[in-house]
C-alpha cells in the first residue's frame, strides 16, 4: 500500500476558508476511485514562517493505481485550489510506502 500525502502550510488569512474547502476536496478526490481512505492532520510543530500546517495522508491501492490520478485527475483537482487560494497556500506532495503495520491488543 502507498500513502500519497500532501502537507500544506495554510496563510491564517484564508485558514477557516480552506479548512472547509479542503473537507469538500477530499471526498472529490477518493470518489476518483483511485484511493480507499483519507486522514486529515494537523501538524503540530509550529512553523517559523507561520501559518497552520496540515496533512492529507490518501491511501492508495498500489503504485499504478497512483500513477492513474496523477494522469487523470490530479491536475484538474489541484487547479481548484491553486486558483482560490493562490499564494496563501503552500504545499509539498511525497509518496509513502507502507512496510509494515503494528497494532497494540490489549487484553
Excluded: C
Amino acid at each position: 500500500m502507498i500513502i500519497y500525502n500532501v502537507t500544506s502550510n495554510i496563510d491564517e488569512s484564508i485558514h477557516d476558508e480552506w479548512l472547509a474547502w479542503i473537507k469538500e476536496h477530499i471526498p472529490q478526490v477518493l470518489a476518483t476511485g483511485k484511493f480507499e481512505k483519507a486522514t486529515l492532520t494537523r501538524v503540530l510543530v509550529e512553523e517559523d514562517m507561520g501559518g497552520v500546517t496540515y496533512s492529507v495522508q490518501y491511501r492508495t491501492y498500489s503504485r499504478e493505481a497512483l500513477d492513474a490520478y496523477y494522469r487523470e485527475d490530479a491536475e484538474k483537482l489541484r487547479s481548484e485550489g491553486l486558483k482560490k487560494f493562490a499564494d496563501k497556500v503552500l504545499s509539498f506532495r511525497t509518496e509513502l510506502q507502507i512496510l509494515d503495520e503494528y497494532t497494540v491488543n490489549f487484553k
